[in-house]
């Protein structure tokens, strides 16, 4: 996985340049529609005063645009001003203006960064002069197409990013952006600008809906370019770069929408620990994920965590309907909370649910999408829940899966283990299914870590929970017990992980128990090895990337402490400190690998795909036996009917 390329600081003085030309494209742009065609009620509602405005010229040096249509004159400050009835325009559209204004100078910062960094700059002066060489004009092509994508997403990104805390409860269904040119930067801002005043036409009537529109368009339009890039030559100068605009707090990092560090509110009823009865194993490494997330630098946008090794990035909970995976997520949600609050950091919890499931082709990929982009903000300390996953995503290759599922299978799969999936180490997934056989073989693997959640399992277990959820409002004696003395975090782990020294699931036993008669005890890596591919022999879907999710839970393991509750209590002991401090404590807690651990971590993991794969083969089974019967019993009325 990727780690985050180095910020460039862009100056204020590198964009403040280009201010004059941004509010010129404000004040007025001449546009003739390549793609899109002008909405209707745009077309009888035009900007106001197309008599009298200016014909804008170029602000691009080297370009020689020429335009022989009609054009269509867009003015967005008088488009902006003229929303709602109030003769004098609103601070929120005076926001609205000073956002595009600042957004549209970024982008064309950007694009003079880029076009000064490709040697595109070079190539326009001799496009000026008539003297580009023959066998250069395809690179000029294809350098000016790149420039306009890139300026073309950094214009939506810093639009939506910067209006961010103008944004309300309203939303708007602009519909598909088509207006997306790709001939040069300055004929791509002025088709989106063209665009986005039809929009406005049509939707802004108050200042709640002219904000919503914006950051509508801003959204679709930060898609489009972004699939547009994937066949676009010539982009590494803007995909390798991170500009880094401090005034604010804006990183510029290629194709990624940037977010604005704002946690989100929690309205949940959060849990303490002792509240989570059972689940010993899943309790504590959510507890010590929990802290983990603390450790996270924002400066350097990165987490020793995730430098060192141990980091869950994903992690996939499951058990039977009722034994607590709600309650697990209240806890760690609550504990970061309370952390975050603490320290003074953005905390950000989204659950992705049904509701993210639409009709409409490919909105549940933009849904899961925008669900990933919120809790991997890098400014923020995020957490996302995936619950009841099974009913979610969808499973390739079942009938019954529709094609919104089948969307955020894809994007979950992308963004959890893709070529650009960046691991920082300030945020965690939790997916989470009463029925983890049915999640997709692929997207389940993805989970690096598993917690069993198994709820209360002994007779201790059992009393505690009935003690708790009984409450105070009564009489009965609780008798001879001493409460919550079984959840006693450290010596219930324990116990959990020494059970798991031998496999649970009868098939994976089988496994062990011939390897182990073949070659001896499993002390050795090349022992291990055996017995990983003899589980790969039993199960053929155990393939590399089960290797790497078990020395990941190895490492884990080597982390295996938590880091004290004063460095959370008090910020100064730990959490303010620098990176390289922070990494120097880590690093001295950390716990040599033993042989039981590798084992213990083969075994849970295997334990749990073994597990998956026999209620699957059960599942299927029943679904062809169910299938059997009600064919016999057609044919059966068939032939009735025709006797």
């Given at each position: ?144 197409a790149a420039e306009a994508v890139a300026t073309l997403f950094t214009f939506a990104n ?264 960046v691991v920082r180490g300030n945020c965690t997934f939790g997916m989470f299914s009463n ?206 009917g025709k006797g």
């Amino acid at each position: 996985m990727s780690q985050s390329a180095d910020f460039m600081e862009m100056t204020e003085e590198d964009i403040r340049k280009h201010y004059d030309a941004a509010v010129a494209m404000l004040e007025g742009v001449d546009h003739t529609p390549r793609i899109a065609k002008a909405k209707e009620a745009a077309q009888t509602e035009k900007s106001a005063g197309l008599g009298t405005r200016r014909r804008f010229r170029s602000t691009t040096p080297g370009l020689v645009t020429r335009s022989t249509a009609r054009p269509e004159g867009v003015r967005l400050i008088e488009r902006v001003e003229g929303v709602g009835d109030d003769a004098l325009p609103s601070a929120v559209q005076a926001s609205v203006l000073h956002g595009m204004r600042r957004a549209l100078a970024i982008a064309l910062a950007v694009g003079e960064a880029f076009s000064e960094a490709t040697g595109l700059a070079e190539l326009k002066k001799d496009n000026l002069a008539g003297r580009v060489a023959e066998a250069r004009r395809a690179e000029f092509g294809e350098l000016l197409a790149a420039e306009a994508v890139a300026t073309l997403f950094t214009f939506a990104n810093a639009t939506s990013y910067l209006l961010a805390s103008q944004a309300s409860e309203t939303t708007i269904e602009i519909g598909t952006v088509e207006e997306i040119l790709t001939d040069n930067a300055q004929l791509a801002l002025h088709g989106t600008l063209w665009e986005l005043d039809q929009d406005l036409t049509l939707f802004a009537k108050d200042d709640a809906t002219l904000v919503a529109t914006v950051l509508a368009y801003a959204e679709q339009v930060m898609e489009k370019a972004a699939l547009r890039a994937q066949n676009t030559p010539r982009l590494e100068a803007f995909n390798g770069a991170s500009y880094r605009v401090e005034a604010d707090d804006l990183t510029i990092n290629g194709f990624t929408p940037a977010s604005a560090a704002r946690g989100s509110k929690l309205t949940m009823s959060f849990k303490k620990p002792n509240e989570v009865v059972g689940n010993h194993i899943a309790k504590y490494q959510s507890m010590k994920l929990a802290k983990m997330l603390m450790a996270y630098d924002f400066d350097r946008k990165l987490n020793p965590f995730a430098e060192l090794g141990g980091f869950i990035f994903t992690f996939m909970g499951d058990g039977a309907p009722g034994t607590g995976k709600t309650t697990l997520i209240q806890m760690m949600a609550g504990l970061m909370s309370g952390y975050c609050e603490t320290a003074g950091y953005p905390f950000r919890y989204q659950n992705l649910s049904t509701d993210n499931i639409d009709s409409y082709q490919g909105k549940s990929g933009q849904n899961a999408k925008a669900f990933i982009n919120n809790v991997i903000d890098p400014n923020v300390i995020g957490f996302g829940t995936i619950d009841d996953i099974d009913q979610l995503a969808g499973k390739r290759g079942d009938r019954q899966s529709s094609a919104g599922q089948l969307e955020i299978t894809a994007v979950l799969m992308e963004s959890f283990a893709g070529a650009n999936t960046v691991v920082r180490g300030n945020c965690t997934f939790g997916m989470f299914s009463n029925y983890p056989e049915n999640v997709d073989d692929a997207l389940r693997q993805r989970a690096g870590a598993r917690f069993l959640v198994d709820g209360p399992q002994t007779r201790d277990d059992y009393i505690d929970i009935l003690n708790l959820l009984m409450g105070k409002n009564h009489d009965i004696p609780l008798g001879d017990f001493e409460p919550f003395a079984a959840q006693e975090i450290k010596k219930a782990v324990a116990a959990s992980f020494e059970g798991h020294a031998k496999p649970h699931e009868d098939g994976l036993l089988r496994v062990y128990e011939r390897v182990s008669k073949d070659i001896g005890a499993l002390d050795t890596i090349a022992k291990l090895g055996t017995y990983l591919k003899g589980i790969q022999e039993a199960d053929h879907r155990f393939t590399g990337r089960a290797i790497k999710n078990i020395t990941d839970a190895v490492k884990v393991r080597a982390m295996d402490f938590e880091l004290p509750d004063e460095w959370m209590e008090e910020p100064d002991l730990f959490l303010f400190k620098s990176y390289d401090e922070k990494k120097g404590m880590i690093e001295e807690l950390r716990q040599p690998i033993t042989v039981d651990m590798v084992i213990q971590e083969i075994n849970r993991y295997a334990d749990s795909e073994f597990r998956y794969a026999d209620k699957s083969d059960e599942v299927a089974i029943a679904n062809m036996v169910r299938e059997f019967g009600l064919s016999e019993e057609a044919k059966r009325r068939y032939l009735e009917g025709k006797g």
